[in-house]
């Protein structure tokens, strides 16, 4: 079965900070990779993805994030964050079928 | 676009009593639709998977014959809590792919608003 890991469940930074949420994985195979957001009322929202190629992939509004396929992880990263940033960050893994597996979640603040 | 609702937003309900929740796609046909569940400060958890025209496909740890899953068209899937419990209290999610999609291929799955659910 895989399984996905946030290790910050709490993060709270000033704007202008750069911003990385960790995020690792455990399936031996194929994978697809995720970050979702959910910002204060709303629903879920796909930032970015991996599906295959470069393992750099760049998502909406700034955010960026790393596959390293030797480490498990795929990393959300933004240079700078914003007040608007604020909100819940998830990682999902999906293998050859439709199931994704969320991790636990992490919950940004930004202080203005 | 693509848009799923989700009805009702909000439910309060008292012990014992059944209730159904909506899942709509609003703009393309979703031949699956998935059902999570998200309790306070928790990640989503995958509750079931719904195939229109039949049957649904639950995870491990969820009764069936308490969550009654229905997904009779391509644009509507129901779930019914029944004879809900306190316990059962949480936010439901639910999600939709486009016909014809898939994850593995790098889709996309569209996420509803959620319904929150409270039993008293």
């Known amino acids: 079965a895989q399984s996905v890991s946030q290790h910050n469940h709490h993060v709270i930074l000033s704007e202008a900070a750069s911003l990385e949420l960790g995020c690792n994985y455990s399936?031996?195979?194929?994978?697809?990779l995720f970050w979702y957001v959910q910002y204060p009322g709303q629903h879920l929202q796909l930032l970015l993805k991996?599906?295959?190629?470069?393992?750099l992939v760049k998502g909406i509004k700034g955010f960026e994030a790393e596959f390293i396929k030797s480490k498990f992880s795929f990393n959300l990263r933004k240079p700078s964050v914003q007040w608007s940033d604020t909100a819940e960050y998830f990682c999902?893994?999906?293998?050859?079928?439709?199931?994704?597996?969320f991790g636990g979640g992490t919950r940004l603040m930004v202080k203005p | 676009g693509a848009v799923v609702s989700q009805h009702p937003s909000w439910v309060i309900c008292k012990s014992g009593t059944s209730v159904k929740i909506e899942c709509r796609s609003l703009?393309?046909?979703?031949?699956?639709m998935f059902w999570y569940r998200q309790f306070p400060k928790q990640s989503l958890m995958l509750m079931a998977t719904?195939?229109?025209?039949?049957?649904?496909?639950?995870e491990q740890g969820v009764e069936k014959d308490k969550f009654l899953i229905n997904h009779a068209s391509l644009t509507l899937s129901t779930l019914t809590v029944t004879s809900a419990h306190p316990e059962d209290s949480s936010f439901y999610i639910c999600?939709?792919?486009?016909?014809?999609?898939?994850?593995?291929?790098?889709?996309?799955?569209?996420f509803g608003p959620g319904t929150r659910l409270l039993v008293l």
């Open positions: 703009d393309f046909q979703a031949t699956t």
């Open positions: 999600s939709a792919f486009k016909a014809g999609t898939r994850v593995s291929r790098g889709e996309t799955q569209y």
């Open positions: 399936y031996g195979g194929t994978v697809n």
């Open positions: 719904s195939n229109e025209g039949s049957k649904a496909t639950y």
């Open positions: 999902a893994v999906s293998n050859a079928g439709n199931m994704l597996t």
């Open positions: 991996y599906f295959s190629g470069d393992p």
